[in-house]
């Protein structure tokens, strides 16, 4: 069976990119990464993506007229290089249904919380501030809204008393690091199945 052929969409550091690039490169997941899509030129995914290889489809969201003028550069260009699986990977901008109708099913994302606690913005902060003794992370199936879609796995991580924001990021970027790669294996092995809202993975 021929590999599964993904796209990573991330917006900044590129830590999840790199996981994903990494488990590829060491045997540990057979998959192709045809494309990284970035809407921040200067961000650090992006030389992420050159050291390893990965074309990239590198944008400024203020040279389009419209959200949808770019994402239908970026659907032209995903559709092209036949991507099977979009991961979103820290990727911060709103989809509109030019991207989520034409990749529904076939589009995850990876939020740093227990969905549906603290979505949106700052999630780690949310969580310490709310003062919950477990946070941690999900990946799920993207749907119109925000980090609303099925819930495919999740991995918690217990808050300390002391925490910061600071000082949980790096155990919830660990929790990350194993979850996504571990996910897009299940969905590249053929084991995940959406059914509403429920997923199954047998
Ligand atoms: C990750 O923690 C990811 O879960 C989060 O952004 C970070 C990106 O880090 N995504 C969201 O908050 C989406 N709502 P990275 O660029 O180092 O992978």
Redesign the pocket.
Known sequence: MAALRIAVF?S??????QAIADSVREGKLDVTVELLVCDKPSAP?VERAAKAGVDAFVFNPKDYPSREAYEELIVQELRKRQVDLVVL??YMRILTPVIVESYFGKMI????SLLPAFP?MH?IRQAVEYGVKTTGVTVHYVDGGL?SGPIIAQTSVEIMEDDTEQSLTPR??AA?KELLPSVIRLIAAGAVTINGRKVSIR
């Open positions: 991330a900044g550091q590129g830590t999840n990119f995914v990977a820290g994302n990876i939020h740093p949106g999630a980090d919830i970027q990350e």
